[in-house]
């Protein structure tokens, strides 16, 4: 009976973790800098395909992925503006003429600031787990998006998302698992 009556604040406290709890604690993270390796399962392909290197966050909208391996590359998403490089090619991307592309980067972008309402644009988000182990399922509500993906889950730590799996609606998938790096 004690250790129940010791335990109960415990239970409680983990009962009523949801995502409003989980958007509040992202939210405190401004700044972060990590590696990634990703691995793209791609039907016409034999094999997955894995690439890797570093991704970069600066609240609220700007992110940064710098492929490293098997070629440089990289993809910089700052306000509604995209900049993709690739050796000597550089393209420069409008979101707003690019809806789709605009609510997928959303989902990370969203997810990072902990702005639920950006998430529910155009998603419908459930969450399982606890804060210690979460898992955040997005699924898309436009009919556009939905013939694209399936879903994305973005699974964490406490404040700190450590995998993305996108499932798109042809099959492919995409998972890209993330460590955090120490800041300078």
Do not use: C
């Amino acid at each position: 009976m004690v250790l129940a009556m010791m335990l109960l604040p415990a239970i409680s406290h983990a009962a009523n973790w949801d995502i409003d709890q989980l958007m509040q604690g992202l939210a405190q993270i401004r700044t972060g800098q990590a590696s990634f390796v990703e691995k793209k399962t791609i039907a016409m392909l034999d094999r997955p395909v894995e690439s890797s290197g570093e991704l970069f966050y600066r609240a609220p909208d700007h992110l940064e992925k710098r492929t490293l391996k098997p070629k440089p590359e990289s993809m910089i998403v700052d306000g509604g503006k995209l900049v993709i490089e690739r050796g000597q090619k550089k393209y420069r991307l409008q979101l707003e003429d690019y809806p789709e592309l605009a609510a997928f980067i959303d989902s990370i972008r969203g997810t990072l600031a902990g702005d639920r309402k950006a998430l529910e644009r155009n998603y419908r988000l459930s969450l399982d787990g606890t804060a210690e182990h979460w898992t955040l399922q997005l699924v898309p509500i436009d009919e556009k998006m939905q013939a694209v993906v399936k879903r994305i889950q973005i699974a964490g730590v406490r404040d700190a998302v450590r995998s993305m799996e996108i499932t798109q609606a042809d099959g492919d998938s995409s998972q890209m698992l993330i460590e955090k790096m120490a800041t300078p």
